[in-house]
T-cell receptor, first 110, second 114 residues
Framework: ELKVEQNPLFLSMQEGKNYTIYCNYS?????LYWYRQDPGKSLESLFV?????AVKQEGRLMASLDTKARLSTLHITAAVHDLSATYFC??????????FGKGTRLHILP | DTAVSQTPKYLVTQMGNDKSIKCEQN?????MYWYKQDSKKFLKIMFS???????INETVPNRFSPKSPDKAHLNLHINSLELGDSAVYFC?????????????FGPGTRLTVT
């Protein structure tokens, strides 16, 4: 059974700092997704990672995938308050099930 | 133009009632989903439909039944509502054949059972 673990689950950081959110998964997968959710809102797709070594960047966010280690990272560079949200990783299992991590609640202090 | 829409946005009802949530996508995607997000914000997939066929049926109570009249619509019907059904329900769609694969989520329906 596919399991997806994110850490940390809660992160409070100062503006201008860098930090990384980790997403580990338990079985082989071809696709990994990162989503953002603002309080009371829906989920917004950030990145789709489809192959080993894939790296994608959008603004201050960069996501990478290591399929051999079954690990994805979401790196935040020089955080700004607008990035405060909950970030989810999700993994596409072989049986078409998409399993979400528990989410990382990111709070960026001005 | 709303890509994935859900109605209603809020639903307050009493235990034992039957209710439906509607979902429509105008993206031409081939797969639609229903998710439940509980009070701790955990997201769990409930159902998935690919070209009108159920391809995932998670271990949810059979009081929940998805209905897809066509590939642009996936409705969720819930019988005999219970307190534990209170949650936010999200509909989503994606293009699984050929990609780009990521899911587009609707705005959510906040269900409160009293």
């Amino acid at each position: 059974e596919l399991k997806v673990e994110q850490n940390p689950l809660f992160l409070s950081m100062q503006e201008g700092k860098n930090y990384t959110i980790y997403c580990n998964y338990s079985t082989t997968s071809d696709r990994l997704y990162w989503y953002r959710q603002d309080p009371g809102k829906s989920l917004e797709s950030l990145f789709v990672l489809l192959s080993n070594g894939a790296v994608k960047q959008e603004g201050r966010l960069m996501a990478s995938l290591d399929t051999k280690a079954r690990l994805s990272t979401l790196h935040i560079t020089a955080a700004v308050h607008d990035l405060s949200a909950t970030y989810f990783c999700a993994v596409d299992g072989r049986d078409d099930k998409i399993i979400f991590g528990k989410g990382t609640r990111l709070h960026i202090l001005p | 133009d709303t890509a994935v829409s859900q109605t209603p946005k809020y639903l307050v009802t009493q235990m034992g009632n039957d209710k439906s949530i509607k979902c429509e996508q105008n993206l031409g995607h081939d797969t639609m989903y229903w998710y439940k997000q509980d009070s701790k914000k955990f997201l769990k997939i409930m159902f998935s439909y690919n070209n009108k066929e159920l391809i995932i049926n998670e271990t949810v109570p059979n009081r929940f039944s998805p209905k897809s009249p066509d590939k642009a619509h996936l409705n969720l019907h819930i019988n005999s509502l219970e307190l534990g059904d209170s949650a936010v329900y999200f509909c989503a769609s994606s293009q699984k054949r050929q990609g780009p694969y990521e899911q587009y989520f609707g705005p959510g329906t906040r269900l409160t059972v009293t």
